[in-house]
């Protein structure tokens, strides 16, 4: 049993101050008091000036593990996860050797279930000639989505057939797409159309990473027809445009201008766009500094510190910040168990520290050491991490409790 004292919680657009004793994974009880002689076992845990937020669902991360270990693993991305007040993260499936089998996906779980420090969900890869097996194997409820790939990126598993392209939508998990260009989105839009008109029902469609105001035009008007439209967009996009970044190079889609940053700051605002994916795409720094450097950023620690900034700019307001970072998320991925700091709700959550603080100033946990965001300052630091009640991160240390596969 934990007890948090005096701790700010959300309350619409605002905080207010409470105190709440964390017992079997959820918050049993939030009250404005509670004598913390009533404390027989556990903890208390002092929080004045302590904010207190469902912790950050990530549902776009690349962990590289297997195949890649020497740019990530389980361990180094996880804790990087908990660092940055994620208690969750969905793995993509393009490592080394693709995840689009039943073999590759239960080799993969092993490794995140003996590996990781947060719950997890792991996607796999739609190819030319995998859609009835994703369909019919049992492979669909074992994942928490399909990834489709219209274009090369890191890893080249890209899709041509139009049979896949069109039958992945006769079932019912999230359809995420890396669209690769405008042509990659509106083919994907065509053939979700084409597939609503054919099936009894269709999944979510995810398209992600969108990062252009041309992107955020065409999917305003496509989600009034197809509210099951979902987008994504990273920070980096928000944040970082071709003329203010000066870090190692190459991302996937490119950076652009800072119009399209506005333009995406109001796809946010008029909730075209849904949610927050941080594309954590590790790669080593000397692989960076090459001529031909490989596409990715890595973004785990860094998220929340610099959408905080942006709600301490009134650029979002606090109920827009855990809409797109948990909310809707965990709705979108049917994890349910309440979606705020409410009692019987999981108490996955981040205490968060006011002060001046600047990224990268005590090292990275990411095993490739670096982030396009080195030296900004920021204002709201994740200090504790739970997961399901577990104190999982807290100051600098790192503790590994049980975790699962929230998917399945
Ligand atoms: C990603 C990677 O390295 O895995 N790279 C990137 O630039 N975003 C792949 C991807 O998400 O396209
Ligand atoms: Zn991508
Ligand atoms: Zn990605
Ligand atoms: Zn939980």
Redesign the pocket.
């Known amino acids: 049993m934990i007890i948090l004292k005096k701790v700010l919680i959300p309350r619409e657009n605002s905080w207010i101050r409470r105190d709440i004793i964390i017992e079997n994974g959820v918050y049993s009880k939030i009250s404005e008091s509670i004598d913390e002689y009533d404390l027989k076992n556990g903890r208390v845990i002092q929080c004045e000036g302590l904010y207190l937020i469902p912790s950050f669902i990530d549902p776009?991360v690349?962990v590289r593990e297997p195949g890649y270990d020497y740019k990530e693993d389980w361990d180094t991305c996880t804790r990087a996860a908990l660092k940055g007040g994620a208690s969750a993260i969905f793995d993509?499936p393009n490592n080394k050797i693709p995840v689009t089998d039943k073999k590759t996906i239960k080799e993969k779980g092993e490794i995140a279930f003996n590996k990781s420090y947060v719950n997890y969900g792991l996607y796999v890869a739609l190819t030319d000639d995998n859609v009835d097996e994703i369909r019919k194997s049992g492979i669909q409820k074992a994942v928490c989505g399909i990834k489709i790939y219209m274009s090369k990126t890191t890893g080249d598993i890209t899709v041509r057939s139009e049979y896949a392209l069109l039958n992945i939508f006769n079932q019912t998990r999230p359809v995420l797409v890396?669209t690769g260009s405008v042509d990659g989105l509106l083919k994907i839009l065509s053939s979700y159309e084409k597939a609503a008109k054919k099936f009894s029902s269709i999944p979510v469609l995810y398209i992600?990473?969108v990062s252009t105001g041309d992107e955020v035009s065409i999917l305003r008007k496509w989600k009034e027809i197809f509210p099951w439209i979902h987008v994504e967009v990273s920070p980096h996009h928000l944040f970082l445009n071709k003329e203010n970044y000066k870090g190692l190079k190459r991302v996937l889609p490119p950076l652009c201008s800072k119009k399209d940053n506005e333009a995406l700051w109001k796809g946010i605002d008029d909730k075209t766009i849904d949610l927050i994916g941080t594309?954590h795409?590790p790669h080593t720094v000397e692989e960076k500094k090459k001529e031909d450097p490989p596409a990715g950023f890595p973004g785990l620690e860094t998220a929340l510190p610099l959408l905080f900034n942006a709600l301490k700019e009134e650029r979002i307001t606090l109920g827009t910040l855990l809409r797109i970072t948990s909310v809707n998320t965990k709705t979108l991925f049917r994890i349910r168990k309440g979606t705020g700091v409410q009692e019987n709700a999981c108490a996955d959550c981040t205490l968060i520290e006011e002060g001046e603080f600047f990224i990268g100033q005590n090292g990275y946990i990411t095993k490739c050491g670096w982030s396009p965001f080195h030296g900004w300052k920021y204002t709201f630091n994740p200090v504790l991490t739970m997961v399901d009640g577990f104190i999982a991160y807290e100051r600098g240390r790192f503790f590994r409790n049980p975790v699962k596969n929230l998917c399945i």
């Open positions: 776009h690349h993509m890396h992600c990473h594309d795409a």
